[in-house]
T-cell receptor
Framework: DAKTTQPPSMDCAEGRAANLPCNHS???????VYWYRQIHSQGPQYIIH???NNETNEMASLIITEDRKSSTLILPHATLRDTAVYYC?????????????FGGGTRLMVKP | GAVVSQHPSRVICKSGTSVKIECRSL??????MFWYRQFPKKSLMLMAT?????????EQGVEKDKFLINHASLTLSTLTVTSAHPEDSSFYIC???????????????FGPGTRLTVL
């Protein structure tokens, strides 16, 4: 699976949009971009994933560049409960192993 | 949907004892489950892949005789830390890959984690 690069930490004001970048310049054509988050002392929570088109769900939006070498997770109106470590992972969808390889992630701190 | 439970959520044990952690998929079946461990302020590290009805596949550096994995049914995998020592203290997290049920097929869902403290 391709390696990802994320900033180690970010701050965001409550109520503002949080934009979390991820670089995945070695992504291959059949690899998806996945985002998970982990709130302190809990298991990771799935947020969103996409292949090449932008995606939106009730939690967030995912913007993938045209060359697919980077993406941005957008939390449109961050709340204090969004404080967590956010992991960007690229992998194929499916397959016998289907394991997720976690990098360092971005520690997002939402401040009042 | 897509709920994965772990039991216990927290355990404290004496050095030398064995501890069993259960991972259950509550509303879907999972032929494959994964076990991770996480040290404070570090990322998750995959320990092993558990397949229903067959032997687990361990990542390099993980002792299979110390971390026993059993995946006896499509909804349950167990991790037993044998002869636990203080250095085994960690946050253990499982995930289950959905293969049936009203959830995203083939996606992974994580349990809430088990915090093990070995005295």
């Amino acid at each position: 699976d391709a390696k990802t690069t994320q900033p180690p930490s970010m701050d965001c004001a409550e109520g503002r949009a949080a934009n979390l970048p991820c670089n995945h310049s070695t992504i291959s054509g059949n690899e998806y971009v996945y985002w998970y988050r982990q709130i302190h002392s809990q298991g990771p929570q799935y947020i969103i994933h996409g292949l090449k088109n932008n995606e939106t769900n009730e939690m967030a939006s995912l913007i993938i560049t045209e060359d697919r070498k980077s993406s941005t997770l957008i939390l449109p109106h961050a709340t204090l409960r969004d404080t967590a470590v956010y992991y960007c992972i690229v992998r194929t969808s499916g397959g016998a192993g289907n394991m997720l390889t976690f990098g360092g992630g971005t520690r997002l701190m939402v401040k009042p | 949907g897509a709920v994965v439970s772990q039991h216990p959520s927290r355990v404290i044990c004496k050095s030398g004892t064995s501890v069993k952690i259960e991972c259950r998929s509550l509303d879907f079946q999972a032929t494959t489950m994964f076990w991770y461990r996480q040290f404070p302020k570090k990322s998750l590290m995959l320990m092993a892949t558990s397949n229903e009805g067959s032997k687990a596949t361990y990542e390099q550096g993980v002792e299979k005789d110390k971390f026993l994995i059993n995946h006896a049914s499509l909804t349950l995998s167990t991790l037993t830390v044998t002869s636990a020592h203080p250095e085994d203290s960690s946050f253990y997290i499982c995930s289950a890959r959905a293969t049936s049920g009203r959830v995203l097929y083939n996606e992974q869902f994580f349990g809430p984690g088990t915090r093990l403290t070995v005295l």
